[in-house]
């Protein structure tokens, strides 16, 4: 309905114009010798009202034309419309799944940072536990180091008391030597004492008998 023609109200009006030249023409001077009678003028309000409607047709077909071009936009617009609903389907599923997707992730850090803030806590306890190990681990090394200063003056100690002990089990062996020939001396002497003893009584008793046989012979013999 476009493309229909629209008339040309210059083309309309063309006749006119052109009988009223003919008419002129007819006027000349030439026929002056017979009189014709004038033409009847066009009123111009008939021309206005032609002119008018011609003017209303073309914008009723302007307007017509713009309706149509309006309808097929709507139309356009109508299916357009409709595809993106079709669309936004599929959407809104990707955007419920993705509200679902990320209330789970925002659930997970949640949990997440619940966790951290235990671990959180428990290496804080557990660095305050190491703290406290460290410093009993260096009173533990100073005592330690107290320890074995204290061993190697022991071992010092030791050895020497060592030597000491091997010095005294070499007097000791040495004395014990001295002991068992001083008892063998001893027995040897107290053997020696017996003979003496023995050789003193046999020399008593012999003393004993030379003064009875000396006072024996001291005595005057007797008269008869």
Known sequence: MSDAPVPNPEKTAAPVTLRTKTEARDSSPADTDAPVPSPAKTPPLIIGLGAL?????IIVLVFWSQVSARDKT???NQNR??????????????????KAGTARLQKQMDETKAESDQLKAELDKAKAGAAEVQTQLDKARVISTGFQMQ???AKVASIKHQGEVQLAQAQTAV???????A????VQLQAQLAESKALTAELQAKLGKAENEIAQLRKPPAKK
């Open 53 to 57: 409607s011609a003017v209303l047709f």
């Open 74 to 76: 709507i139309v356009q």
């Open 81 to 98: 419309l409709a595809q993106v609903q079709a669309g936004l389907v599929p959407l809104q599923a990707q955007v419920d799944e993705a």
């Open 151 to 153: 061993m190697e003056e």
């Open 175 to 181: 004395m014990q030597t001295q002991l068992q020939k």
């Open 183 to 186: 008892m063998a001396d001893t």
